[in-house]
Nanobody, 126 residues
Framework: QVQLVESGGGLVQPGSAPTLSCVAS????????IGWFRQAPGKEREGLSC????????YYTEAVKGRFTVSRDNANYTVYLQMNSLKSEDTAVYYC???????????????????WGKGALVTVSS
């Protein structure tokens, strides 16, 4: 019953700006810090961004800082990842995750998530 479902993936052009959505159900989204991750074939999963609970603090890793924007709409149980200036190396499966009682910051990605989505494939190609 607890679910995170990503959507918005698919084949996109280099330089495009699609948005990924992560819809939560079965738990109180506003009590969880939400993270975005990705995994390319043959590579480890890497953290990209997170957004906190009440204060909405955000953090971005160097791979996406200045290009991606994370936001949340707790009333609609949704977290977004606005992606910009996409390039081929952004091709990966993108996941959202949720963890309670953890601040958003550089160390967030070292922890296991309480809940994971199944992922959405983003392929950047002309």
């Amino acid at each position: 019953q607890v679910q995170l479902v990503e959507s918005g993936g698919g084949l996109v052009q280099p330089g495009s700006a699609p948005t990924l959505s992560c819809v939560a159900s079965g738990f109180n989204l506003d009590r969880y810090t939400i993270g975005w991750f990705r995994q390319a074939p043959g590579k480890e999963r890497e953290g990209l961004s997170c957004i906190g609970t009440s204060d909405g603090a955000t953090y971005y890793t160097e791979a996406v800082k200045g290009r991606f924007t994370v936001s949340r709409d707790n009333a609609n149980y949704t977290v977004y990842l606005q992606m910009n200036s996409l390039k081929s190396e952004d091709t990966a499966v993108y996941y959202c995750g949720a963890r309670a009682k953890t601040d958003c910051g550089r160390h967030y990605f070292n922890f296991d998530m309480d809940y994971w989505g199944k992922g959405a494939l983003v392929t950047v190609s002309s």
